[in-house]
């Protein structure tokens, strides 16, 4: 049984830095492609980033880019999201991901979900 959990988040100040978790079980980590997401209330789940089953791939979304990094240790089953210069419209509920799609990183790809991390940015 695929189980996802998240960690790592929490309230930080703008401009300021987070590393999101996310320990898989269960499975064999390397062979889903790997995604973090988020949403706000009232809103949809939007894709952030997504990383291929090596690793040799990733995907951003344009507000994220050049303060986000994802990763991916495939030999301790984790998935990483380095937050850099947070920004209040950062804040919302983390969720990692497992798909078997990585290309253009589309929520409907990804089947297996964790249970969320809350980050929160102040001005």
């Known amino acids: 049984q695929v189980h996802l959990v998240e960690s790592g988040g929490g309230s930080v100040q703008a401009g300021g830095s987070l590393r999101l978790s996310c320990t898989a079980s269960?499975?064999?980590?390397?062979?889903?492609?790997m995604g973090w997401f988020r949403q706000t209330p009232g809103k949809e789940r939007e894709r952030v980033s997504c990383i291929s089953r090596s690793g040799g791939r990733t995907y951003y979304i344009d507000p994220v880019k050049g303060r986000f990094t994802i990763s991916r240790d495939n030999a301790k089953n984790t998935l990483y999201l380095h937050l850099n210069s947070l920004k209040p419209e950062d804040t919302a509920m983390y969720y990692c991901a497992a798909g078997t799609r990585f290309l253009g990183c589309m929520t409907r790809d990804f089947d297996y979900w964790g249970q969320g991390t809350q980050v929160t940015v102040s001005s």
């Open positions: 269960g499975w064999s980590f390397d062979v889903y492609a």
